[in-house]
């Protein structure tokens, strides 16, 4: 079982950065692919970033390509999102969550979700 925490969300104004974290509990998080999705309100949870348990691939949704970048450190059992040249669109709940393969696009196949952090971004 994995518990995981996000955190380093806020509000930053359009073309700003922003880094935010997952930090995960449990001795196997290492084991585990890692995706990023986010929820705007009124709108369907949204995949944004997806990174395997080694952190040698990542795969990210076509909006976000260029722009967001998904990193994990196994010896911190963290996961982060930075976020560069945000725009108002990108404003979300993020959600980071744990897979024991998958890192694609489908929250399904996803066992484990944080609680989630809000990002703001005003234009």
């Known amino acids: 079982q994995v518990q995981l925490v996000e955190s380093g969300g806020g509000l930053v104004q359009a073309g700003g950065s922003l880094r935010v974290s997952c930090a995960a509990s449990g001795r196997t998080f290492s084991s585990y692919a890692m995706g990023w999705f986010r929820q705007a309100p009124g709108k369907e949870r949204e995949f944004v970033a997806g990174?395997?348990?080694?952190?040698?691939?990542?795969y990210y949704a076509d909006s976000v390509t260029g722009r967001f970048t998904i990193s994990r450190d196994n010896a911190k059992n963290t996961v982060y999102l930075q976020m560069n040249s945000l725009k108002p669109e990108d404003t979300a709940v993020y959600y980071c969550a744990a897979s024991p393969r998958y890192y694609g696009s489908s929250y399904k196949e996803y066992a484990y979700w944080g609680q989630g952090t809000q990002v703001t971004v005003s234009s």
């Open positions: 990174i395997s348990w080694s952190g040698g691939s990542t």
